[in-house]
């Protein structure tokens, strides 16, 4: 069964940075498009960023532009999020994702990590 195993999050002030890493169970990821979505309380889940098994084909949602960067891990089956500004308005769980398709990685992905908390203080 492929997964998907985030880490990295936890509780930082206003202003600070995190940074999130996802590994795959399989190298079958290796050529999927991979990203991250995100769930505040009492919201819908949100598209963050993707990027392209090669590291190309970077998008992210016009609100984390700038100040969220998406890489992927040397051995392609990984993928970082690093979190720079920081602000209250981005608490919440963020999932890992992956799919096939470029289209379905933004919008709906067919693998979903379990997600970690993201909590940023006032």
């Known amino acids: 069964q492929l997964q998907l195993v985030e880490s990295g999050g936890g509780l930082v002030q206003a202003g600070g940075s995190l940074r999130l890493s996802c590994a795959a169970s399989?190298?079958?990821?290796?050529?999927?498009?991979m990203g991250w979505f995100r769930q505040a309380p009492g919201k819908e889940r949100e598209f963050v960023a993707s990027i392209a098994w090669n590291g190309g084909s970077i998008n992210y949602a016009d609100y984390v532009k700038g100040r969220f960067t998406i890489s992927r891990g040397s051995t392609k089956n990984t993928v970082s999020l690093q979190m720079n500004s920081l602000k209250p308005e981005d608490t919440a769980v963020y999932y890992c994702v992956a799919d096939s398709l470029g289209s379905g990685v933004k919008t709906t992905p067919g693998y979903w990590g379990q997600g970690t908390q993201v909590t940023v203080s006032s």
């Open positions: 399989r190298r079958t990821f290796t050529d999927y498009y």
